[in-house]
C-alpha cells in the first residue's frame, strides 16, 4: 500500500502542470444532455493515470468516468480524471481529481487533488486522512443551526418533488448555504471542518469512492437513503454525507418530521 501511496504523491504534480498547461480545445455533450459534458483534457488526464498506474502496477486495472466499459476487478483505481468538469470548463478553479484504491471490492485509500489550490487530500481505511501530509483532526458535532450546507438546485428539487421532503424548513434552520460543483471537494470541506452537510441526487462511483475514505476517516458519515448498495456499482445515486450521524439525523427530520428517511 505504502508503495502505491508514494507513486501517486508522485504524478500528481505532473498531472497538475499537464492541466493548468493546456487548453480546453474540445467539449463534448455526453447522452443528448447540453449540461453533461466532457472535455478532451478529462480524456486526457484519465488516458494518462491509466498508463501511469497499469505500468507501474500491473496486477490492477482501472475503473475510469470516461471509459467506455466499467469492470470491477480484485485490484482497481476508481478514478475520476475531472471531477466538477463544467466548472472546470467555465470558471478554471474547484475542480478535483479523485482516485481511489480497492481491494477485493473494498476500499483502501482513497486520493482528492484540488488541482487550482494544489492541496492533496488522502485518507486510509483505518489510517486517518491528511490534508498536505498533515492529519486531519476528528470532526466536531454541530448542530443543524451551525451547519454549512451544500445542495445544487437540481437535488433541491429532486427532494421536494419525488420525495416530498421539506427543504423550505432546512433553509430555515441551516447556518449557511453553498453550492461548490465538485462531489470530491464538497465532501472534503465537510472532512476539514467548513461544512457540514453535502447531498446530492446524481452520483456515479467514482464521484465518491475516493472523498467518502476521507471524510469517514475524521468520523464523517455518507448515506445512501434511497439506494440499494450493497454491492458496488456504478448506477447514479442519491447521496448524503454529514459531519456526523447526528446531523445526519437532525436534517431527516427536518426534511421528513417522523417519516425519516431509511
Known amino acids: 500500500m505504502k508503495e ?97 484504491y480497492y481491494e477485493n471490492m473494498k476500499p483502501v485509500f482513497g486520493f482528492v487533488f484540488d488541482v487550482v489550490k494544489n492541496d492533496i487530500y488522502l485518507g486510509i481505511v483505518g489510517q486517518g486522512a491528511y490534508l498536505n501530509k498533515q492529519a486531519l483532526s476528528k470532526l466536531p458535532i454541530r448542530t443543524m443551526n451551525q451547519s454549512v450546507l451544500d445542495m445544487n438546485l437540481k437535488t433541491l428539487y429532486t427532494l421536494e418533488e419525488k420525495y416530498n421532503a421539506n427543504v423550505k424548513l432546512v433553509s430555515t434552520q441551516v447556518f449557511a448555504h453553498r453550492n461548490i460543483g465538485s462531489a470530491a471537494i464538497s465532501m472534503c470541506q465537510i472532512a476539514r471542518g467548513l461544512h457540514d452537510i453535502y447531498i446530492s441526487s446524481h452520483l456515479k462511483l467514482w464521484d465518491y469512492a475516493a472523498s467518502s475514505i476521507v471524510l469517514k476517516e475524521v468520523g464523517g458519515e455518507v448515506y445512501f437513503p434511497f439506494e440499494d448498495k450493497k454491492e458496488l456499482n456504478v448506477k447514479s445515486v442519491f447521496l448524503f454525507a454529514t459531519s456526523s450521524k447526528e446531523v445526519y439525523q437532525d436534517l431527516n427530520q427536518l426534511l421528513y418530521g417522523d417519516q425519516h428517511a431509511s
Open 4 to 100: 502505491k501511496i508514494v507513486f501517486i504523491e508522485s504524478i500528481l504534480p505532473e498531472i497538475r502542470e499537464l492541466i493548468l498547461s493546456k487548453t480546453i480545445q474540445e467539449v463534448i455533450v455526453k447522452d443528448n444532455e447540453f449540461d453533461n459534458i466532457v472535455t478532451d483534457l478529462d480524456i486526457l488526464v484519465q488516458n494518462t493515470l491509466i498508463k501511469s498506474l497499469t505500468e507501474k502496477f500491473p496486477d490492477t486495472q482501472v475503473l475510469g468516468e470516461e471509459s467506455e466499459e466499467h469492470i470491477f476487478t480484485d485490484k482497481m483505481w476508481i478514478i475520476d480524471p475531472i471531477d466538477g468538469t463544467k466548472n472546470f470548463f467555465r470558471r478554471k478553479e474547484d475542480f478535483a481529481i479523485s482516485i481511489a
